[in-house]
């Protein structure tokens, strides 16, 4: 599959995997499944798209919130098993945007990690999926993405 060829195609780099921000694992791996945490967007150890979508920040920037989690998610998940050529599946994600209570696109920004998952992993790619408006996320930030990933 060669995961990480495809994200340099794509002019993208896995960037370092984050630190945990406090008593967690960044992926767990219980059989054949990897759980991994929920990931903000961040680059070069700071965090980025600060804001709530639907007031700071535009659908766009939300979306792209959303895909710099998910390189992120990739990142730790490549700390835990090696190689991301492991994935069989990606089984589910879950995308929580912070949003004004109006805003109704939720669905639209965390495409920003489906739509790059899909890329990568071709059909084993396409994911059960929840997105969801938030009050609040750590540090402020945009966009928080999890994910359930199947690996052999």
């Known amino acids: 599959m060669q995961v990480e060829a495809k994200l340099h195609a794509l002019g ?10 406090a008593n967690y694992l960044g992926a767990v791996q219980a059989g ?15 965090f980025i798209y600060v804001g709530k979508v639907g007031k700071d920040l535009s659908l766009e920037e939300g979306y792209e919130a959303a895909r710099i989690a998910a390189l992120n998610c990739l990142a730790s998940a490549k700390t835990a098993i090696g190689d991301l050529d ?12 912070n949003c ?14 489906s739509d790059l998952l899909v890329h990568l992993f071709g059909d084993s790619g396409r994911h059960a999926r ?14 928080e993405i999890e994910m359930i990933l199947e690996v052999a």
Do not use: C
């Open 130 to 143: 929840s997105a969801v408006g938030m009050q609040a996320l750590p540090f402020g930030v945009a966009v």
């Open 12 to 21: 993208l780099e896995l960037p370092p995997p984050p630190r945990p921000a």
């Open 100 to 113: 004004t209570d109006d805003f109704g696109e939720q669905h639209k920004v965390v495409n920003g990690a």
């Open 32 to 46: 054949q499944l990897l759980f991994v945490s929920g990931h903000v967007p961040t680059k070069d150890g700071m």
């Open 86 to 97: 492991r994935i069989t599946r990606v089984a589910k994600i879950l995308g929580m945007v």
